[in-house]
């Protein structure tokens, strides 16, 4: 399948060699540093998740629940304090986990392919509404309401997947 | 198993996997949104709290100046004059009766709404009987939930008319089953402060018991110089407005401070500090306290036993001996009785410049007298929670301490309070919870940076003392805005700040690169370039990340540091300023503006050529720029001086602004386009804000 070659290519990213490990320390700090609100090199953890994704990582929600159980042992629901993350250990994370790379566009459409039974080229709103809030790790109203306000062609109320993809690569630089 | 259930589970294990890589994908995206908007509300943030700082330096500077601000008179003077005011009849605003009822509020609101203004002899009596309500008032009024089951808490407002319009909407008007209180801060920076004051004011004479004030740091006359206030008055209400802003701070000095609800819940507009009492704030005289940014605990934090009210107490820095002369005038000036002050004639103010610049220039540091009760004012109306433990002095600001959760911990300890409500930061959401759920920061000013930068929210606070929270957002589209567009917006309007500060210091960051580049190639590498930067405007902002957005980079990864500025410049329209003056003059702008308002004693909005001169000098030696008599005296003659010998400064200040050399038409027009120019209200419920 599709996907399955997807996940193979993924596995060749690695960090190897000193100097792409500095370069990468030095994303990983700068990233931190946007959360780092009073500047004394914390961030409150509830933030990882927004940081490590900032980094152009996809972990989906369960990656990082596991990623962040593993940096401190209390379980993710019930942290309220803040935790002092170093450098080297999100990045031994991110070296552990080659398959976080982003996501190609190309893989992209085929994931809303496979959602597209009718190989119509398009998702009506209701379809897209129900794959993403029902399958998955589900989707917040929020989020829905998010992406929809970006994804629906309002004079057709469907969503040309093929556009919609093409435009928020273009956002995106 | 048969085929049919294997093609099925087939395909959903496909769909699963299919979702789930389009949500990854998704919130990915939205992460590096987040990233950017964070950033984005750091630069303003930051550049905002460097400009209090620079405030609070400013006024500390002018504890020295006697001001001509305590001509308000005796009452009786004030009222013989407000009655003399006539109201013609082409006014067609809200004619106010006193004792104000219901239909004076209904009709303040109303006006408002059309962008009526309110005649100044309304509000001169306005601010009359507010005055002589809030007086009775004690320092911390105790609140109770009993009777009217449910308290709405709001927190700053700063002009932003259309905020406070939009709570009534989703709340309620104030009444005796629907009490507020506000948490200072409803002046500055927007543009219908003064409107706000007066519908604040107008439902505390309705309703003295159900509608409830504290005093924030902007309800301060010298903060208001610098942030708009000051000028919107003199702009809407021209040759009152002298007298308007005299009776104002003296109602600012008798807002309570601080309010507590049913003995449990502590409010207050800034936070608190270790030295926190409110015993002894119940106390003192509040009204002695008139410019709490003008004492600012900057530079010394004091640590005693309580002194008996009304005996000051003077602290000098460190190192600092002090002379019988200045100690004398401190005593003089810092001493603010109601029974005025002479006025100076042109020869003595010339004389106290003169000194005063002479003793600045003799000493090393500046020396401050701080009331001990000062103090807790400031602390009271400046402070900002952390998260770690420990009370350091507030160095984002410059005035009030950062204060952590132990401190918090012990004040609530000590007077068994159950929870700490304040305001005086912006955020994203509008409140914030933090301190383990003691300390609820709650900011009702929606877009206070620019357009979508963030919600405002307000708070319901029962018998139960939980709080629930309310969120909302002014908007001026009309159709709703993806997340995409609206942060386009904010870090766009945030990037140009940035630029014109970079731009302001331009000569001093070039020095700087400069030692890094000592064979002149005009490159360094990013790590140099952002402790230049840091060191130079002493802004803490992740530079290395917002370098692409201000600076171009070279092939091989370097900066090419003169690219923030090629493409900026300082217009000075048609005034013929020397090139080494122009830059400093855009820069200081504000504090000048400043510096000159104080000077203009009857806010005629001109001063004469040695008011001028001597304006330069104080502007020296506060900021030890080194400007020679020539120069000044070059500039004074460059300006179009009319007849008598006299300049409108102000405009003469507000003609420098950066421009941007190669008006980027493109830029301008998408930027625009994300711009419906269709002003109103984003009902909720419908988009979702």
Known sequence: MALAAAYVIQQEWALEGSREQRVAGKKITDAFEVFDHECNKTVDVREIGTIIRSLGCCPSEGELHDMLAEVSSLPFVIFSSILKFTKALIFSLLCRRPEYRPIPEDVLLRAFEVLDVNKCGHLTKEELVKYMTEEGEPFTQEEMEEMLSAAVDPETNTVRYKDYITMMVVDEN | VCLLCQTWHFFCFHTIKAAILIQRWYRCYMARLEMRRQYALSIFQSIEYAEEQAQLQ???????????????????????????????????????????????????????KRQQQLHARYVLQLLHETKKVLKQMPNIIHLSTSYSKEITICGDLHGKLDDLLLIFYKNGLPSEENPYLFNGDFVDRGKNSIEILIILFAFLLVYPNHLHLNRGNHEDHIMNLRYGFTKEITKKYRSHSKKILNLLQDVYSWLPLAAIIDNKVLIVHGG???????????????NKVREPSSSSSYGRRYKGDLLDVGEPMWLLHDGVNSSPLLEAQYLESSVRMPSVPPELT?????????????????????????????????????????????????????????????????????YNLKMLIRSHECKQEGYEISHDGKVITIFSASNYYENGSNRGAYLKLNPDLVPRFVQYQVSKYTRQQTLHQRVSVVEWSALKSLREKLYSRRSELIAAFRQYDPNDTGRISTSEWASAVESVLNLALPWRTLRSRLVQLAQDGSVEYLSSFSDLEIDSREHMVQPALVETLYRFRTDLEIIFNIIDKDHSGLISIEEFRQTWKLFNSHLKIDIDDESIDNLAHSIDFNKDGSIDFNEFLEAFHVVNKFENKAEHCRISNLLDSCPCFSIPGLSGT
Do not use: M
């Open chain 2, 272 to 286: 608190i500090s270790d030295a926190t009492d409110l015993d002894f704030l119940n106390l003192f005289k509040r």
């Open chain 2, 346 to 414: 042109a020869k003595e103010w010339k004389q106290v410049c003169e000194t005063n610049t002479e003793l600045l220039q003799n000493k090393t540091k500046k020396p401050t007298c701080i009331y001990k009760w000062n103090l807790f004012v400031v602390d009271i109306l400046w402070s900002d929670p952390k998260n770690q433990n420990g009370c350091t002095p507030n160095k984002f600001r410059g005035g009030g301490c950062c204060f952590g959760p132990d401190v918090t911990a012990r004040l609530l300890k000590r």
């Open chain 2, 58 to 112: 400013l006024s500390s500077f002018f504890t020295f100046i006697p001001s001509d601000f305590n001509t308000a008179g005796s009452d009786v003077q004030l009222l013989e004059y407000e009655q003399t005011i006539e109201v013609p009849d082409s006014y067609h605003g809200p004619r106010l009766s006193f004792p104000l009822t219901v239909a004076d509020t209904n009709s303040l609101l109303h006006a408002f």
